[in-house]
Structures are given as C-alpha cells and as structure tokens.
C-alpha cells in the first residue's frame, strides 16, 4: 500500500523548543538518548520478530506504554490485538531518567486509550493526549488536542466529544478540571 510507504518515512518523533519529546508510544527499554531516534534509517519497517536494537528501538517508540504501576519497566500480560505480541511498559522512574539525561522536561504521547482525552503521569513529566473519539463506536470517550504556544511556555487543551454538538463539538468536561489546573502550569525554561 501506497500510504504505508508514507508512513514508513515520515518522523518518528518530534522535539518542541529542545523542552518536549513528542513520540506516538513511548520510550521502552531501547532508547536512552533523543539523538538515536533521530539516527534510525527511513524508511523504516515494523517487524514483530525483533532481532536488531534499531528494530526495537522503532517498536518502543511505536508501541510502549507508560505504566504507574511500575517504575522501571515490564511487560504487559495483555496481548495487542492486531499483533499479537506482549506490550512493553515504563514507568515514572525509567521516564524521570530519560527526561533528565536528554534535558527535556515532557513528554508527549498518544498510543494509549484515555477515557477524557487526555492525562497527565508521573509527576506531570507524561502527557498522554488521546486524539480517537468513541473510540472502536463503543467507548464514548472525549479526544484531546492540544496547542502549544511559542516557546513552549503554554499548553492548551480542547476536548472533542463527537455525540455533542453544541460548542462547535468542544465541550469541556467536570472530569478534566486536574487536567486543566495541570495544563494551565506555566514553564520556566
């Protein structure tokens, strides 16, 4: 398919203002600096058998999740249900580490499924903004989206819940009001 050798070569990831790392999945065990993301030869292709540290190195960044209930890393015992292999998960410590030794102070992510669109973790150092409303027509769950204004001092965030409406399909939400307080945070860089 045509559109797959697009996807192949596009970015894996994406660093705003040398603050925040944005990657669709996470950081799993093989990535330690940003600049080995940015060394991956492209076009890239996703195997499910990994036999080399680029491949998983593309895996992690793809397909990791963070976990709260870790602090390093573990595999998941839920099987992905197109690939069906184990799903890998980091946590607070392993993320803390990360951000610190790469002099990022966020990162943004949005492989796994939030039912209010968007969250933060580990001591707001993870936003996960999940951007797929109803997500499979049965989970009713908002999307997030968000903006991030010049020099990366403010994040905005908009809600979208595709069974509303009114407001132009943006509808804030009572169960978001910590996502907003975090959100309205302003960063020294």
């Not at 890998?88 to 039912?115: C, P, V, W």
């Amino acid at each position: 398919m045509k559109i797959n050798q697009v996807f192949e070569s596009l970015p894996l990831s994406v660093i705003i203002d040398n603050k925040i790392l944005c990657v669709h999945g996470g950081i799993g065990t093989s990535i330690s600096k940003v600049a080995e993301i940015a060394n991956i030869k492209r076009p890239v292709k996703i195997v499910q058998d990994v036999g080399t540290l680029e491949q998983q190195m593309i895996i992690d960044i793809i397909w990791s999740e963070y976990s709260d209930e870790t602090n390093e890393v573990c595999v998941n015992d839920e099987r992905d249900f197109t690939k069906n292999r184990f799903i890998l998960k980091y946590g607070k410590d392993r993320l803390a580490r990360f951000l610190q030794e790469n002099n990022l102070m966020l990162l943004i992510t949005s492989h796994q499924y939030i039912q209010e669109g968007m969250k933060p973790f580990a001591n707001d150092k993870l936003l996960v903004v999940y951007s797929a409303t109803n997500f499979m027509d049965k989970y009713n769950n908002l999307a997030g989206i968000i903006t991030i204004n010049k020099n990366s001092t403010h994040i905005v965030p908009k809600l979208i819940d595709v069974n509303k409406s009114d407001k132009k399909n943006y509808r804030p939400s009572k169960n978001v009001s910590p996502i907003r307080k975090w959100i309205s945070l302003i960063y020294k860089l």
